[in-house]
């Protein structure tokens, strides 16, 4: 089993940025594939970024381009998504996702094990 916490979420105004981090631990954290998604009120979940064992390979939301960076330090068992010219639709409950398989991609049905989510709140 893998456990995963999330942190660095707040109220930040738009513009702003904000870095998640995400602590995985239970199983050898460079054979996670790593992904954010994030679920805005009354919104369904959806894919924000993903990065593959080493950090060699990563997709982005399109959306998002630009704007978030995930990177990983497989040394510190940690992932993180690093949020800059923040906008009041950002806001939302960012989770942390883990995947056994070399590769998930953008679907969270790939992945096998969640956070408890962190808040990100934007204001105007």
């Known amino acids: 089993q893998v456990q995963l916490v999330e942190s660095g979420g707040g109220l930040v105004q738009a513009g702003g940025s904000l870095r998640l981090s995400c602590v995985a631990s239970?199983?050898?954290?460079?054979?996670?594939?790593m992904g954010w998604f994030r679920q805005a009120p009354g919104k369904e979940r959806e894919f924000v970024a993903v990065?593959?064992?080493?950090?060699?390979?990563?997709e982005y939301a399109d959306s998002l381009k630009g704007r978030f960076t995930i990177s990983r330090d497989n040394a510190k068992n940690t992932v993180y998504l690093q949020m800059n010219s923040l906008k009041p639709e950002d806001t939302a409950v960012y989770y942390c996702?883990?995947?056994?398989?070399?590769?998930?991609?953008?679907?969270?049905?790939?992945?096998?094990?969640w956070g408890q989510g962190t808040q990100v709140t934007v204001s105007s």
């Open positions: 990065t593959s064992w080493i950090g060699s390979r990563t």
């Open positions: 239970g199983r050898t954290f460079s054979r996670l594939t």
């Open positions: 996702a883990a995947a056994r398989t070399p590769w998930a991609g953008a679907s969270d049905s790939a992945f096998d094990y």
